[in-house]
């Protein structure tokens, strides 16, 4: 049976690996298809679509960006999305500069602790436009002001602790649409991370494609209660690791196997949804 991994990150957001290392490390498990999913860009998609085709993987390019709906935070995925789509380019940017000033703010807020880390520290180690906590955690380890990331977050940088910074976050439904115009499938992320199934049906309502039943944190138990909601709103179903390489300890690629004929599925969906696009408005479409 052949089996993918729909969530990984690199070193284009907070993951360590380069899209050539993650790509070597999905062929070693044999992993038949996977999907990047950095957070709020889409830049690293072009090599990882390059490593993959010469490795024989299959390859979705997609996106994770961080949104609110109901002031409940939520992850969405962008499947199949167009990486040249301009529109989602500019406002990618947007989000790219809304994490620099937010870590700037949080460097600002540890050096009123008396802890004299620079923002340029955090952005030479980041060196990439998608900086985020992870990120400063690893500079407050690399001067030795904590002994782990782990350690950074504790102290300081989770939320409501003395550097935290509150996130300008998209509103959920402004996500789903900016995924589908840029052709891409919107899928919630580790629902049973935020426990807000409430929302579900608000988000369906709004065009969400799918549900990640499967992910590193989800128990069994919690991947059987997603699946049973999936399918009574007709969502995909999809899953991945949420891999970030060894910043949060063990490189946790390919521990979710998703079976392989949810991407078929997925893909189904995709291909669907393109042969009716453009279609923004589906109650004006011509009957056929
Ligand atoms: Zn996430
Ligand atoms: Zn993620």
Redesign the pocket.
Known sequence: MNFADL?L?TNFSDGTYTPEELTGRARQLGLAAVAL?D?DTVEGCTRMAAACAAAGLEFIPAT?LTAEFDDNEL?LLGYFVDTGNQTLLTEMVRFQKVRQDRVREMVARLNQLNIPLEADAVFALASCRSPGRPHVARALVMGRFCSSPDEAFERFLKKNRPAWVPKFKISALDAIALIHQAGGLAVM?HPGLNRTDGIIPDLVEAGLDGLECFHTKHPPSTSEHYIRIAKEFNLAITGGS?CHGLSKGKPLIGTVRLPYEYVEQLQARSRSKRSHAPAPRPALRAPH
């Open positions: 969530h990150h999913t957070h994770e992850h992320a949420d």
